[in-house]
């Protein structure tokens, strides 16, 4: 039976998937690496081991947003070699207009500030020492890279848009934790391989746990901290420290009602827990997706997988899925509220600050580019993108951040609306 599964599995695996015929846009790998991951989902499986506001407008915003860029022609599917032809019309696949396997990062250096600065509001991108990050399955890195549903299972946490350390930029691995690493090589707590959270040695500062919800957030913030404090390459009391935090899809997922105010309230627990433990910090909190567009993807397979992942948040299993949206947006409503209070802005050297790009952002129907072959999770490619994003938001200023990534954005420099760092 085990040899049967094995061999489902690397059926499943090898197959060759759909690309774009001209742009690509998944990081090359060697037969070796691919090899250990599929063999480190195999351990997995089997039981064994697991193989801003307030910002200085010349340091950390810039004055405007740029212009999307016009998309690309979409181009047909290539055809699978090998497979004889039955008739069956492919799926439909997107290009898009710029290159990802490659990033010209061509901003402008900011030399770190010296003396180091004591007041959060004074920051630089070359100032941020560690970088870290908690929430879901889609922070852990379920399904980034995956080129099966099999390897969905997979944590690529060196993928993932936050923290993600995977190789640089000029490899393609667009992560926000690799831009920070062109300002500050010396940057530490970025992932440096797939797992879970307890393998410290590839999660590093990456404590999210598949299937974590809002009320997760207080247990992750104090293993972040405990953490943070063993760890010998990190001067607490001193680095300035960067964290993401992005929860809620399995609040909304969970089928239970759990209400904005609950939602807000658990996550302010986690908040209130680093402003008192936590010194010189920057917290990013990204508003939750839009779990109701998974109605736009609509052939069988991703209908079974919405099934059993978000069943209420979609029309073809709940006539009611509208009341997901709307709970949505009042999440979206109690975080902000929640916030912009300023409770956490007592102190000089801490900030929270709401970046909001995933609030309206909105899919084309049935474009299953940015998602994993389960149809719910981020791709490799929709974690890039997502870490686009949320380095643009980071520096513009409160009140002017996007709501939405659209195709055609670009890296944004600080300082410089509208430069392109992507190479075409």
């Given at each position: 039976?085990?040899?049967?599964?094995?061999?489902?599995?690397?059926?499943?695996?090898?197959?060759?998937?759909?690309?774009?015929?001209?742009?690509?846009?998944?990081?090359?790998?060697?037969?070796?690496?691919?090899?250990?991951?599929?063999?480190?989902?195999?351990?997995?499986?089997?039981?064994?081991?697991?193989?801003?506001?307030?910002?200085?407008?010349?340091?950390?915003?810039?004055?405007?947003?740029?212009?999307?860029?016009?998309?690309?022609?979409?181009?047909?599917?290539?055809?699978?070699?090998?497979?004889?032809?039955?008739?069956?019309?492919?799926?439909?696949?997107?290009?898009?207009?710029?290159?990802?396997?490659?990033?010209?990062?061509?901003?402008?250096?900011?030399?770190?500030?010296?003396?180091?600065?004591?007041?959060?509001?004074?920051?630089?991108?070359?100032?941020?020492?560690?970088?870290?990050?908690?929430?879901?399955?889609?922070?852990?890195?379920?399904?980034?890279?995956?080129?099966?549903?099999l390897e969905v299972i997979i944590m690529g946490r060196d993928l993932t848009f936050s923290i993600g350390g995977r190789a640089s930029l000029e490899d393609g691995a667009l992560t926000l934790a690799n831009i920070l690493r062109t300002y500050n090589p010396n940057i530490t707590g970025y992932s440096l391989g797939s797992g879970p959270a307890s393998s410290i040695e590839k999660a590093r500062l990456n404590v999210a746990i598949p299937g974590a919800r809002s009320r997760d957030m207080l247990d992750q913030a104090e293993v972040l901290i405990g953490r943070m404090k063993n760890m010998t390459d990190v001067d607490y009391d001193n680095d300035w420290k960067m964290v993401t935090l992005f929860i809620g899809g399995n609040d909304l997922c969970a089928c239970s009602d759990i209400s904005a105010k609950e939602f807000a309230n658990n996550i302010k627990e986690a908040l209130d827990l680093m402003h008192s433990e936590m010194p010189r910090t920057f917290v990013n909190v990204v508003q939750v997706i839009l779990v109701t567009e998974i109605n736009k993807l609509t052939t069988p397979d991703c209908h079974l997988a919405h099934g059993i992942y978000c069943p209420c948040a979609k029309e073809f299993y709940n006539t009611d899925w509208k009341d997901v949206f709307e709970l949505t947006k009042a999440y979206h409503r109690a975080v902000e509220d929640m916030i912009l209070y300023g409770q956490f802005d007592t102190r000089d050297d801490f900030t929270v600050v709401i970046q909001p790009f995933f609030e309206e952002t909105y899919i084309r129907e049935n474009d299953h580019n940015i998602l994993s072959p389960d149809c719910f999770h981020l791709s490799e490619f929709g974690h890039q993108i997502s870490a686009m994003s949320l380095w643009n938001n980071l520096i513009e200023p409160a009140g002017q951040k996007r709501k939405a990534w659209n195709y055609g954005d670009v890296v944004e420099c600080p300082g410089k609306p509208g430069k392109r760092n992507c190479k075409r």
């Open positions: 039976m085990k040899k049967q599964f094995v061999a489902i599995f690397l059926a499943f695996c090898f197959v060759p998937k759909f690309r774009c015929s001209d742009e690509k846009y998944h990081n090359d790998e060697s037969a070796e690496t691919r090899w250990n991951r599929y063999a480190e989902f195999l351990r997995f499986y089997g039981g064994g081991d697991a193989i801003s506001s307030g910002i200085d407008p010349k340091d950390f915003t810039h004055p405007g947003l740029s212009e999307n860029q016009p998309n690309a022609p979409i181009p047909p599917p290539p055809a699978l070699p090998g497979l004889p032809d039955l008739n069956i019309t492919a799926p439909k696949f997107f290009c898009f207009n710029y290159n990802l396997t490659s990033i010209n990062f061509t901003c402008d250096h900011l030399e770190r500030s010296n003396p180091r600065p004591t007041s959060v509001h004074r920051l630089r991108p070359s100032d941020i020492d560690v970088i870290a990050a908690m929430g879901d399955s889609i922070t852990a890195g379920n399904g980034a890279g995956a080129d099966c549903l």
